[in-house]
């Protein structure tokens, strides 16, 4: 399975992992043209060298009107990166910004000449910081204005990202805990936390960390590009290393401040699991399904059960739990506790499995997500069935038609 490993032990922005992204692309001329006959006035990108603690990477720069923006504040301020900084949250420095409605920043994209499936997941990326945005200042997602991240150079890293994502076509993209900094920043509404509160929004419910370097080390659109297309965050996998990018920040530190990412095959690797077993032969069906909703909803990787003859001739039910082996004995007093059961079975199994992620689809009858597997040159797709009955229910269509409509959007947007 090709798959994506983005190593973010310095944080993450925007101009970082577009150059990082760069890096494992052997035409990178092909990109840099693309990028800049995108119609944004003013704008050129370009790709410089850049060591870090002696690694050489790729700094990418955006100029706008032949200026650099940031080059001075982002020094003056101690942040760990270049422009988008300035952009995120220093902007009462003097610099010409352009504020933008979500609509406005729609507009923008749709009229550029990259494909529907860029399209999409830039406008996903904007809007998970409008979002964010949104709760942060208590207004409504349609009142926020883009004067952080809707200036030319931030549209210029979000959608160079996207193409770059869309060129290296990942089956799987992993992404690692997530250094954020420490301290402050400075911001049009005073001093804020490292990490800011936007910042702070995206990453919940992802392992990120802070330290000893003091600095934003993380920006809202380094986070939001990091969410959108991640589809697991952890440690590196088992895989067949093939290239490896380093994007450079301004910035020097003591550590190296950059982005690394790996592209390679990452091998299917067994898993330890345990399953928990007992047989049932007093209990209504009623109960049993409350007993398997309650593991489910423990974290229980899966409940089923089968019909079994029993001793005394009588037919019973096993009841068989999946479990990770740290929950196996949580669940196996769950099992005690909500089944006549005397005694529960436990059995360790290793088991392989297809790597999955879960995407969302927009269809003329509502949203529907869809489960994607891959690995073992296999790739399987499958609309989740609840999503798309709900969606025929309310518009009083047959469920196959939602089906087709769903299957058709993820095809567009992946160019099939």
Excluded: W
Excluded at 129 to 146: K, L, Q, T
Excluded at 185 to 212: F, K, N
């Amino acid at each position: 399975m090709k798959t994506l490993y983005i190593e973010c032990n310095m944080g993450a922005a925007g101009d970082m992992l577009t150059a990082a992204l760069l890096e494992l692309c052997e035409d990178k001329g092909d990109f840099l043209h693309k990028i800049n006959a995108l119609g944004l006035s003013g704008v050129h990108v370009e790709a410089i060298p850049s060591v870090k603690c002696g690694i050489t990477g790729t700094y990418v720069s955006v100029r706008i009107h032949g200026r650099e923006e940031g080059s001075v504040d982002a020094h003056e301020h101690g942040h760990g990166h270049s422009h988008e900084h300035n952009h995120e949250h220093d902007h009462e420095h003097g610099h010409t910004h352009h504020h933008a409605g979500f609509e406005d920043i729609r507009a923008l994209i749709a009229s550029m000449p990259i494909s529907d499936k860029v399209k999409s997941d830039a406008l996903s990326v904007y809007g998970l910081i409008a979002e964010a945005e949104s709760r942060v200042h208590g207004r409504p997602v349609e009142e926020v204005h883009f004067h952080e991240v809707g200036t030319l150079d931030a549209v210029a890293d979000i959608v160079g990202v996207c193409l770059l994502m869309e060129k290296i076509a990942p089956d799987r993209v992993i992404v690692s805990p997530i250094h954020v900094g420490s301290g402050q920043v400075r911001c049009a509404h005073g001093i804020l936390p490292v990490p800011a509160p936007a910042t702070a929004h995206i990453l919940q419910g992802v392992p990120v960390y802070g330290g000893a370097v003091r600095g934003e080390l993380c920006t809202p659109t380094g986070a939001a590009l990091l969410r959108h297309f991640a589809d697991d965050f952890g440690p590196m996998p088992l895989m067949r290393v093939e290239r490896i990018g380093y994007g450079m920040g301004k910035k020097d530190f003591e550590a190296a401040n950059c982005v690394r990412t790996y592209l390679g095959e990452a091998e299917i690797a067994p898993e330890e699991i345990v399953e928990l077993s007992c047989s049932l032969d007093d209990m209504t069906p009623e109960a049993i399904g409350f007993a398997m909703e309650a593991l489910l909803a423990a974290g229980a990787r899966d409940v089923y059960t089968a019909p079994i003859g029993m001793k005394k001739s009588r037919p019973g039910v096993l009841l068989t739990c999946i479990s990770l082996p740290g929950d196996a004995n949580r669940l196996t007093q769950l099992l005690f506790r909500h089944t006549t059961t005397l005694g529960v079975r436990q059995t360790a199994c290793r088991r392989f499995a297809l790597a999955r992620n879960m995407r969302r689809v927009e269809t003329p009858y509502g949203p529907v997500r869809i489960k994607e597997a891959h690995g073992a040159d296999v790739f399987k797709r499958k609309c989740e069935y609840e999503d798309a009955a709900q969606a025929a229910r309310a518009s009083d269509v047959p469920l196959e038609t939602v089906l087709n409509a769903a299957y058709r959007q993820i095809g567009a947007e992946n160019g099939e």
